[in-house]
């Protein structure tokens, strides 16, 4: 028969009970001896722990410890080692309050997730006997994911290439960006750090960057004309993990050429302040008379300014500049007074060639002109505490042999977008030679859509405002016709041109901080200097606020 020790009872004994003849019975007490039979046995073959790659050196986590039935010595877990000598962990053996064995694993070298993730640590239990028995339990040890890797982008910068009128949403560029961390610390976000006019946006989950603007303002790459424009901008990668870690990378994106608009003339009347081109019958040769300037809405481009009509005789001449040109008289008139009709050709040095051209008149000023004479020396006026901004004041009556211009000193009429209905924006006069004629003034092409009404007085009108504009920001071109009363009826007209100013303009840009110049010691008065170019979205006005050479200087007011 095969004792069991372990299965026999909790202290390995048992009674026997022999019954002899005659009747008597004897009780018999039997211990069984232990051997060491048994292995020391893990509540499982494979445990799963867990621990964070940043934990520090010296960390612990607590295992399952070992139990063996075998009795005294036979049954004592006497020591655990970890098979794997080359292990960052090792074990470390106490005892609870309560007396239980507590086996625990400790760090000795720092983690890294991203190197590897994954540790197997062989652990083997011995007992006391003799010889001894051995169990095991192998422990996989995952390394839990810590934040400690930022973002990184494929490239450290970018280059992309765009031209200056994408459209809004155009697509430019994807970036990427990768992170080794895992989970939320490795999710990316994108963001623009670096863009100081605002025209881009970018997909904040997939890195594509797009245009925001439908025309790009790029500064050019150190230097001042021929050379491209770049707008250089910085993108950021932000992880969501705790805290959040970022990698940064720079774009290029360079305006690439590309001849899509036509060049446009602007004319700058000489003297400042009036709305057209004129020349004194006396004038002198190489008197300024008007300055061309040109934009382009494609990149550098520099046009070739000429006249192609209307200057037969040669009485006039262009001198050149960079995207301008001065108009001068180039021969004396010689007793001619009939207007001139120029035709300008601006051709930009684009590929395909484009141009435009404008008309420029001339008018000649007769030097035994009359001075226009006021109605009155003094004009009285009332208006009303709450009247509202706008309201029509007083007409100031003149009277001469040429037509006269109010207000004085403004070249052209100009209505804010968000003026009110009722708003003044000009008013038209009339004056006519034969005696007690009353013209009738109206509006006869240009105001389709009614956006201006007229307020008829005795030879003259007042131009105001009929409805809310609602965003129209291009010039209106309204043509005016008086008609007099007498028989048979005579008429003339004349167009007004309407700029509608932007309350949300931003400040001009001029082309250049600082402007080298030079003059000759004997330079006659009103010889021109330079031209100072500027660029808005509405027409400029120019001024002098420091001058060093007491007042030795001075700018067109409009042409600059």
């Known amino acids: 028969m095969v004792f069991d020790r372990e299965s026999i009872s909790v ?12 009747a008597a019975i004897i009780s018999v007490h039997v211990t069984v001896l232990d051997i060491n039979d048994n292995d020391p046995v893990f509540p499982s073959s494979f445990m799963n722990v867990s621990i964070v790659e940043s934990a520090a050196i010296g960390s612990r986590v607590a295992l399952h410890s070992a139990t063996d039935a075998d009795f005294g010595d036979n049954g004592t877990i006497v020591s655990y080692s970890i098979e794997d000598s080359q292990s960052v962990f090792m074990l470390v053996r106490s005892t609870s309050h309560s007396g239980d064995d507590v086996l625990l694993l400790e760090l000795t070298e720092s983690l890294d997730r991203e190197q590897k993730d994954l540790y197997v640590v062989n652990v083997s239990a011995s007992d006391g006997g003799n010889p001894p028995r ?35 949403r155009a697509a430019i560029i994807t970036v990427e960006a990768s992170d080794a961390d895992v989970g939320e610390n490795a999710r990316i976000l994108y963001r623009l750090s670096n863009d100081p006019h605002k025209q ?21 790459s150190g230097c001042e004309q021929n050379c491209s424009r770049i707008c250089v901008i910085s993108v950021e990668a932000e992880d969501q993990g705790s805290p959040k870690l970022v990698g940064h990378a720079f774009v290029n994106i360079h305006l690439s050429d590309s001849n899509d608009y036509d060049p446009l003339i602007h004319f700058r009347m000489y003297p400042v302040g009036v709305g057209f081109a004129s020349v004194s019958e006396d004038a002198i040769i190489g008197t300024t008379i008007a300055v061309v300037t040109v934009t382009d809405d494609d ?27 001065v108009v001068r008289l180039n021969r004396l008139l010689n007793g001619r007074i009939k207007p001139f009709q120029l035709t300008i050709r601006a051709t930009d040095d684009g590929f395909p060639q484009r141009y435009s051209q404008r008309d420029l008149e001339i008018f000649v000023l007769r030097i035994d002109d009359k001075a226009p004479l006021l109605d009155s020396g003094t004009i009285e006026a009332h208006i009303f505490d709450d009247s509202a901004f706008g309201s029509l004041v007083t007409v100031v009556h003149a009277s001469s042999d040429v037509p006269l211009m109010y207000p004085v000193g403004v070249g052209f009429a100009s209505v804010s977008e968000d003026a009110i209905i009722g708003t003044t924006i000009a008013v038209v006069t009339v004056t006519d030679d ?46 005016i016709r008086a008609t007099d009363d ?50 808005s979205d509405v027409p400029l006005l120019f001024s002098i606020i420091e001058d060093s050479s007491n007042g ?9």
């Open 200 to 220: 881009f946006e970018i997909d904040e989950h997939n890195g594509t960057i797009f245009v925001k603007k439908e025309k790009l303002n790029c500064s050019r």
């Open 486 to 535: 007498g028989f048979p009826q005579r008429y003339s007209q004349r167009d007004l041109e309407i700029f509608v100013l932007r309350i949300d303009d931003k400040a001009p840009l001029l082309d250049s901080g600082t402007i080298e110049a030079h003059i000759f010691d004997d330079s006659a008065f009103g010889s021109l200097v330079t031209v100072v170019h500027a660029s």
């Open 552 to 560: 030795s200087f001075k700018i067109g007011r409009h042409s600059g």
């Open 299 to 325: 990149y550098a481009q520099n046009s070739q300014i000429e006249i192609i009509d209307g200057n037969d005789d040669e009485f006039f001449r262009l001198e050149n500049g960079n995207n301008f040109a």
């Open 134 to 168: 051995f169990g095991y339990s192998t422990v996989l040890v995952n390394v839990l994911d810590a934040n400690d890797n930022a973002p990184v982008f494929e490239q450290s910068h970018y280059e992309a290439s765009v031209t200056a009128h994408p459209g809004q």
């Open 434 to 479: 034969d005696y007690a004629q009353n013209s009738q003034i109206e509006i006869i092409d240009g105001n389709d859509d009614e956006f201006f009404r007229l307020e008829n007085g005795n030879n003259f009108a007042v131009v105001r405002l009929n409805r809310l504009l609602n965003g129209r920001i291009k010039p209106f071109q309204l043509t």
């Open 11 to 22: 202290n390995g004994s048992f009674n026997i009970i022999l019954v002899a003849q005659p």
